[in-house]
């Protein structure tokens, strides 16, 4: 069985600890997993982390910051790239393909930055729709003390007036969405597993 399954939410609402234990448990069922994120570790993920998800001179370009369409392009051509390269081949595989964001992502914060959200949804046309989509939610509050302790990565994403924006987005996503679920991300980090565990076989293996 190939299936894919996406991990969303605001800075810090615990997706990659999720991701983690959601592909161990898979593992542990005998399933071949591929656990991934974006943005991605190839060159397009690392353009964006300089250009975009900097705080520095580097993403600055001719003395002005790169604009918000620009981002949400180089967001997109990292996915296409995801996409053919990695995501469709394993999932045709039969592999079990967990991915820390997808274009819900691209969605939930290049609205928050602006853009509007019919062109960034015909933007990211080209992607697969996943099987389950967990939409971990947090208030901000929790999230920035969660992530206050990081060493500073952005100035993008650690704005508490841009992650509530984006929250509320994503709460707006999940009712446009059938393929995304949402999960209270305030529980402990057992007890949110549990809900995912609980929500994949309710879902994907139709217990
Ligand atoms: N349920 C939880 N309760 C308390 N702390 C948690 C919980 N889940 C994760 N954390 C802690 O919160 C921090 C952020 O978690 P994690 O890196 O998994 O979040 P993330 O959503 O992937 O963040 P980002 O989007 O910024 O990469 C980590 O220090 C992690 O140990
Ligand atoms: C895929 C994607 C990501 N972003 C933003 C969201 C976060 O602030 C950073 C990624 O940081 P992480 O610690 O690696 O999760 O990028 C975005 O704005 N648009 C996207 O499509």
Redesign the pocket.
């Known amino acids: 069985m190939g299936a894919f399954i996406v991990m969303e ?1 605001i ?7 999720q991701a983690r234990l959601l592909a161990e448990w898979f593992e542990e069922k005998g399933y071949e997993v591929v656990l991934t994120k974006e943005p991605t570790d190839t060159a397009f993920g690392k353009l964006i982390r300089k250009l975009v998800l900097t705080g520095g001179r580097e993403g600055i370009i001719d003395g002005a910051r790169i604009s918000h369409e620009a981002e949400a392009l180089l967001f997109a051509a990292d996915r296409a790239e995801h996409v053919s390269k990695l995501i469709k081949p394993a999932v045709e595989a039969g592999k079990v393909v967990i991915s ?1 964001r997808y274009f819900y992502s691209s969605l939930a914060y290049q609205w928050a930055r602006g853009l509007d959200l019919e062109w960034l949804i015909d933007l990211n046309r080209f992607a697969i729709r996943p099987d389950l989509v967990i939409l971990l939610d947090l208030p901000v509050k929790e999230s920035m003390k ?2 206050n302790g990081r060493s500073i990565k952005t100035e993008f994403d650690k704005i508490a007036e841009l992650q509530k924006k984006v929250r509320e987005n994503y709460l707006k996503l999940a009712e446009r969405f059938p393929e995304m679920r949402i999960v209270n ?1 305030l ?3 057992e007890d ?1 597993h549990n809900d995912i565990v609980a929500l994949v076989e309710h879902e994907l293996f139709k217990k």
């Open positions: 939410g800075d810090g609402a615990g997706k990659s600890t820390d969660r992530i991300a529980a402990s980090v949110i």
